[in-house]
């Protein structure tokens, strides 16, 4: 009756380890490999891996260099058995791919006298959990320097103010897009942020473009109706001899906004609110990056006033809504440049 018990037990304990989404392989003191459950096989994905070879004969079939620091941990794992061995280690995998995996070693036989007979290699594939520290310590590099940019805008326009002001804030815009833009590619060079990451992706364009474009339509229109009204009803705060559009408020240097609109919501959409988004933790509202993300590049606006640094926060919060929902900044582009342009002209 036990022998049947045990039998049954040796079974349930086999089906458990080929079920696993972990790796097995049980390596003997000679290096054969007695066992090996299937996710081991897809992980390494290598078809000379097969019980009863050695894994010298296995090492030798791979023969990939890159993989040798692998390789060099199992081995240490089996012949070394007076150290405890738990670590992560790269591996490339044959279609190419680079994946990283977490080894730990248990010993089979008598742990705590000579007869270990073998050892116990349980491969876990941590890729993902590794791309993500990575980028979330990318994310938090280019959160950093963005902020620097920021700041250092800020007391740029503090010298251009005590010097009188003798640069003029065309020039400071320019200069500021020429940072953001070697700044960008820098992060796109030496950090793992990509181009998506960064709201520059091009996943539904044209829906974005035409629900922004209709959006900005819409309050355009409103705009009007607004001035409209107030012209007909309170000429004392909207005067009927007035223009009532001042297209003399646009000159031709005003083009130079475009790419700015282009910079400003990279930077605060795809960088500032972005990174926040991958490093605040997730039992924190969106409203919080949205609302941080333009509060601060609401205060880059500090030389044009106080009305206009608040009016920018608020607009560039409603935007954060559009993008967090759209994934990209190209629609959101149209709203910016043309309601800033109506507001010189309809209110200016």
């Known amino acids: 009756m036990n022998g049947k018990s045990d039998n049954t037990q040796l079974q349930t304990v086999d089906r458990v380890a080929r079920d696993l989404s972990d790796g097995l392989m049980l ?47 199992v081995l240490d794992c089996v012949y070394d058995k007076d150290a405890r061995h738990a670590g992560a280690v ?19 036989g008598d742990m705590d006298g000579p007869r270990k007979s073998g050892v116990i290699l349980r491969v876990t594939d941590i890729t993902a959990l590794h791309r993500a520290k990575i980028k979330h310590d990318d994310t938090i590099k280019v959160l950093i ?7 250092l805008w800020d007391y740029l326009v503090a010298v251009w103010e005590q010097m009188g002001r003798p640069i003029s804030s065309t020039a400071l815009t320019v200069i500021i897009e020429v940072i953001g833009v070697i700044a960008t590619v820098f992060a796109l060079r030496y950090t793992s942020i990509t181009v998506t990451d960064f709201g520059l992706g091009t996943k539904n364009l044209k829906k974005n473009i035409l629900v922004d474009s209709a959006l900005t339509a819409a309050v355009l229109a409103l705009m009007i109706v607004v001035k409209l009204f107030l012209r007909q009803f309170f000429p004392n705060i909207i005067s009927p001899d007035r223009p009532f559009f001042r297209w003399d408020a646009l000159q031709a240097v005003d083009l130079l906004y475009i790419p700015t609109v282009v910079l400003q919501e990279f930077l605060v959409r795809g960088v500032t609110q972005g990174s926040l988004e991958r490093i605040l933790p997730e039992n924190y509202p969106p409203a919080v990056a949205i609302i941080v993300s333009s509060l601060v590049f609401g205060s880059i606006h500090i030389h044009k006033g106080l009305v206009f640094m608040v009016g920018a926060a608020c607009l560039l919060c409603f935007f954060g809504f559009l993008y967090r929902k759209q994934g990209n900044i190209w629609g959101l582009c149209i709203p910016h440049l043309f309601l800033s342009w109506a507001l010189r002209v309809i209110w200016g």
């Open 90 to 108: 790269t591996y490339t995998h044959p279609d190419g791919s680079v994946r990283y995996f977490k080894i730990a070693a248990s010993y089979a």
């Open 145 to 151: 320097g963005t902020i620097t940019i920021m700041a």
């Open 27 to 73: 390596i003997d003191n000679q290096g054969t490999i007695q066992f090996i459950n299937p996710s081991a096989s897809r992980l390494l994905g290598n078809d000379a891996l097969r019980e009863g070879i050695t894994y010298a004969e296995y090492m030798a079939s791979d023969g990939n260099s890159a993989n040798d620091a692998f390789h060099q941990y």
